[in-house]
């Protein structure tokens, strides 16, 4: 299938500031793009492109004083399949695991694994170890918290999440992740974008959404606290230890948003000659 992706975001600035935007396509995902993806902005300014530690895409720009726009439309192939779950993937022992996945254990700006570790072995340590146990602490998060768009803020961690019962993606996310990491399974923050495709269309206004990858059976694997079952066409944008590595938009000075819009829809596919030959 054909996936339109977009946005249209308004700031509004005081003075001239420096801004990070982390805004565009994974590169894991580059061989799938239709259409370039590419941040435009108005007024016209000069972007410097760079990839962050984490393998992330970044731009750079300094905005004027007054309103910057940031657009973008493209267009992205997928397979149209749920995505694949890690049903028979085992969890690999702490000391077996690569290098690379072990800053994934460990606590981070939200993600507070020091103060959480003994609530998530009084919850999961009985639970078989790998996917079940993954599924148990999606399952656990997703009916511990009421999705709430009043009830979230910039500051707010997965402890905060767990003792106020409600939040949105990130909070879910950051919740289920401190979880996996106090169970010694590596957990990464993603953030994207994920359309209704094959589910009921929710009333909110589209947004960028939250999710995050566990490591089983040496390999990651998506996973959703939110929506716990495998979805169709969500698309890579950032990954990071939690939601402070991957933020849409860094600004170096005082801002306001002034304007958000996100788009991300299936393409009908036009029927083909043939097709409309054998239909007659």
């Known amino acids: 299938m054909k996936i339109r992706l977009g946005y249209d975001i308004s700031y509004s600035l005081p003075n001239p500031t420096p801004m990070v935007l982390m805004l565009n396509v994974h590169a894991s995902r580059l061989g799938d793009l239709l259409q370039a993806d590419e941040i435009r902005t108005d007024p016209l300014l000069p972007l410097h492109y760079y990839y962050d530690g984490f393998g992330n895409r970044c731009a750079r720009l300094v905005a004027p004083k007054g309103k910057l726009r940031l657009t973008c439309t493209t267009l992205i ?24 996945t072990l800053v994934y254990l460990q606590g981070s ?12 072995w009084s919850l999961f ?5 790998g996917w079940p146990r993954v599924l148990t602490i999606l399952e656990w998060v997703q009916k511990h918290l009421r999705f709430d768009y009043l009830q979230t803020r910039a500051t707010k ?5 767990y003792n106020e019962k409600a939040g949105v993606c ?13 169970m010694n399974i590596p957990a990464r923050y993603c953030t994207g974008y994920l359309g209704d495709i094959g589910v009921p269309a929710e009333e909110t206004p589209m947004d960028f959404s939250a999710w ?9 694997f998506p996973v959703d606290a939110r929506h716990v079952k495998p979805r169709i066409g969500r698309v890579l944008m950032a990954r990071g230890r939690d939601a402070a590595d991957v933020p849409l938009a860094s600004s170096f000075g005082y801002h ?7 788009v991300t829809e299936e393409v009908a596919e036009r029927p083909t000659v043939e097709a409309i030959r054998a239909i007659g």
């Open 157 to 161: 961690s997965a402890l905060d999440a």
């Open 77 to 100: 192939s997928d397979s149209g399949k749920p995505e694949a779950q890690p049903l028979d993937m085992p969890q690999i022992p702490v000391q077996e695991l690569p290098d690379e």
């Open 170 to 182: 990130r909070d879910y996310q950051h919740l289920a992740i401190t979880f996996c990491r106090c």
């Open 212 to 220: 995050f990858e566990v490591y089983l059976g040496g390999r990651w």
């Open 256 to 262: 306001w948003l002034a304007g958000f819009k996100v």
């Open 125 to 129: 340590g009985k639970t078989k170890e």
């Open 109 to 120: 700006r939200y993600c507070e694994t020091d103060r959480m570790a003994n609530l998530a």
